[in-house]
């Protein structure tokens, strides 16, 4: 699925007590771009890709992704849009340790419309393959050493064919040599089918690969460089 | 409707009770999964948590098991003390306790009770409706086996054929019940008295010799030793039924004269209605004439109330236990919240994530209540066994309708209940959720 593009207007997320934890006053990202974001520990980088993905409900402002207003949606509408644009991987691969890797890949299918539930399952072993993890797909995933957990999380990002992609710290847990080919893995399968890309990350390899950097600080988009 | 229902055979009357009453948790399983494939992680979740799913399950197994044992046990008995007294139509003992005198003639319990004299032993046993009357004279013991003193027709009554040997023909001969440590051929001396009481060396000098073995007939008579009863006349030093012509062969006539008394007569008549005119005949203030079915009917009212009793305690436990498992399951739940708030983060429904929790909690309830009506009727048995043991009486427990109707009226309960702990999931944020 082609990438979306996102315009953030005057976006603000607050946190228990009305503390601001983001303020975005304006924000475009061009489908197709791999955009990573770098800031502090606790800057509000996760905040930020919360809000964009719809789990974290914004308190003021509009979020658009191509001509559809998530910040209006609401909770049932943004999981739905999760599901249907949105492939996620998360700092620590968040998998069932008890699923093989494909039950991972393809947990989608689990949810789905019957009519999608086959396509989800194909795309997911596509995705296994091309991570180098289709020989032993149904080994239980608990049993994967941490990069290879990750590539799985990838899969599972991927296996609904989104249109977005949104990664959370997604090398953090790895070694270097897991890290650099998780990144390389990662920009490589979402820039194939021109999907929008926005990692959360401090990994400068990443950084290094992206068509954008975007920095931000105590809850506010500092920089935006391309 | 009404004429309909009661037309069709017990066994689909009790299968579509079960079914009405396993309908809630089915429709609910049916609204609740419609649309899913929960079961892959279902069984992913209960491996993550193996310990305290079995926990969970133990914990509704064991109250269940409870109820259905209970329930199962209450029956086995009543059986079986019904079956007991099955050959025992009419009873005719001296005025006292009905109650008394059915657990001595019937179950063997012996205790001292007065004699029917030899005039009114002759008026029963002249009676035209009397098929069989025969004394029952319970008071000797070898070890723990009571000696009972009667007729050769009353022994066939009880055991109809022998699976060896012969019967008795001679006060010095004895037909052993089936459970009797002792063989054909085999010589005992009877003691006074039954139990700690009993007086070894009262009778010294008589001596008996097993000529047939009864079959088994899971009643307390297999436990019993009979003998001819001008065996327990002569070995008390009384007459023994007959006048001093007598030939030697044992049983009836007995002549009123030389009759010393028995505390019991087993009376069986003609036909039910004779039965119900000799009862009426002998309840007098001569003597006391009764069915031990209907002492055991009075007997199991008193039961049946104990068990609903029992019931409702059951009902009550289950309750608690189910509410303290879903206590259990919210707390559970919270340690899967990570998962399930992964699954929300992924974008599945929230009504995915609702049935996923559901379906965990009601597997584990599903699971524990079967678990629980095999654990109850393996408990039933095994106290059944121990009930045999040490009473005679034949107790079997088996399954049911009755607690397949509890099981399936827990299970339909609990899977609304589990309704909470899955309905709580939805309220937790997402976001706590992946932080853990």
């Given amino acids: 699925m082609a990438g979306l593009p996102l315009r953030i207007e005057g976006l603000t997320v607050s946190g228990e007590g009305g503390r601001t934890l983001l303020e975005v006053p304006e924000l475009s990202i061009e489908p197709g771009t791999a955009v990573v974001v770098r800031g502090p520990s606790g800057a509000g980088k996760s905040t930020f890709l919360y809000a964009v993905s719809g789990i974290l409900p914004v308190t003021a402002g509009r979020i658009l992704w191509g001509d559809q207003v998530l910040s209006e949606m609401n909770d049932p509408a943004r999981a739905a849009f999760r599901r249907n644009q949105v492939g996620f991987v998360f700092q620590d691969h968040l998998l069932f340790e008890e699923l093989s890797a494909f039950g991972n890949a393809s947990i989608a299918a689990l949810y789905a419309p019957k009519n999608r539930r086959a396509g989800i399952r194909s795309t997911g072993t596509e995705q296994l393959e091309k991570l180098g993890l289709s020989a032993d797909e149904h080994r239980i995933s608990g049993t994967y050493s941490g990069g290879e957990r990750q590539r799985i999380a990838v899969a599972r990002a991927l296996a609904a064919d989104p249109a977005i992609v949104l990664a959370d710290e997604p090398t953090a847990s790895l ?16 820039r194939d089918n021109g999907r929008t890309l926005i ?3 401090h990994d400068p390899a990443m950084h290094a690969q992206a068509d954008r950097v975007i920095d931000i600080v105590d809850g506010r988009i500092q920089d935006s460089a391309a | 409707m009404m004429a309909f229902w009661y037309d069709l055979p017990v066994a689909v009357q009790d299968g579509l009770v079960g079914l009405m009453l396993l309908t809630p948790a089915i429709v609910l399983g049916a609204v609740v999964l419609r649309g899913f494939e929960t079961r892959p992680l279902l069984f992913a979740l209960v491996r993550q948590q193996v310990w305290l799913s079995i926990v969970f399950v133990a914990l509704i197994a ?52 007065p004699l029917i004299d030899g005039e009114t032993y002759h008026d029963i046993e002249s009676h035209p409706r009397a098929e069989l009357v025969a004394p029952i004279a319970f008071g000797d013991s070898w070890k723990d086996a009571p000696v009972v003193g009667t007729t050769p027709q009353f022994v066939v009554h009880l055991a109809e054929s022998l699976t060896e040997g012969r019967m008795f023909a001679s006060e010095e001969e004895a037909i052993a019940g089936a459970r009797v440590p002792l063989s054909v051929g085999d010589e005992f ?30 009643t307390p008579w297999d436990r019993a030793i009979l003998v001819p009863v001008e065996a327990v006349w002569g070995v008390h030093g009384l007459a023994v039924g007959h006048g001093p012509e007598w030939d030697g062969v044992v049983g009836p006539p007995f002549e009123p004269r030389y009759f010393p008394g028995t505390p019991a007569v087993l009376v069986r008549a003609d036909s039910l209605g004779s039965t119900y005119g000799l009862q009426a005949t002998f309840n007098n203030d ?18 049946g109330d104990v068990r609903q009793l029992m019931s409702v305690l059951a009902v009550i436990t289950q309750v608690l236990v189910t509410a303290s498992v879903l206590a259990g399951l919210m707390m559970l739940t919270k340690l899967l919240s990570r998962r399930l708030a992964l699954l929300r983060a992924l974008g599945a429904p929230g009504r995915f994530v609702f049935a996923l929790t559901w379906s965990y909690a009601v597997f584990l309830i599903v699971i524990g209540a079967a678990s629980g009506l095999t654990l109850g009727v393996l408990a039933s048995w095994a106290i059944s066994q121990a009930i045999t043991a040490r009473t005679d009486i034949l107790v079997q427990a088996t399954l049911d309708w009755p607690e397949i109707h509890i099981v399936a009226g827990f299970i339909s309960l609990t899977s609304i209940l589990a309704l909470l702990p899955a309905l709580l999931t939805m309220k937790r944020s997402v976001i706590a959720g992946l932080r853990g």
């Fill in chain 1, 175 to 190: 070694d270097r040599e897991n890290a650099d080919r998780l990144a390389d893995d990662l920009m490589q399968l979402a």
């Fill in chain 1, 199 to 201: 990692a959360v990350t």
């Fill in chain 2, 62 to 113: 064991v109250s269940v098991g409870i109820g259905v044992g209970l329930i199962a046990q209450e029956r086995g008995l009543r059986q079986g003390t019904a079956r007991a007294a099955d050959k025992f139509d009419l009873i005719v003992a001296a005025p006292g306790s009905e109650i008394t005198a059915m657990l001595a003639a019937v179950y063997l319990q012996a205790s001292d009770m």
């Fill in chain 2, 189 to 218: 001396s009877p003691a006074h008295g039954v139990g700690g009481a009993a007086e070894e060396d009262a009778h010294r000098g008589a001596n008996y010799t097993i000529t047939g073995k009864m079959p088994l007939t899971g």
């Fill in chain 2, 286 to 303: 001569e003597t006391m004439a009764f069915f031990p079915g209907t002492i055991l009917a009075r007997l199991h009212a008193l039961m």
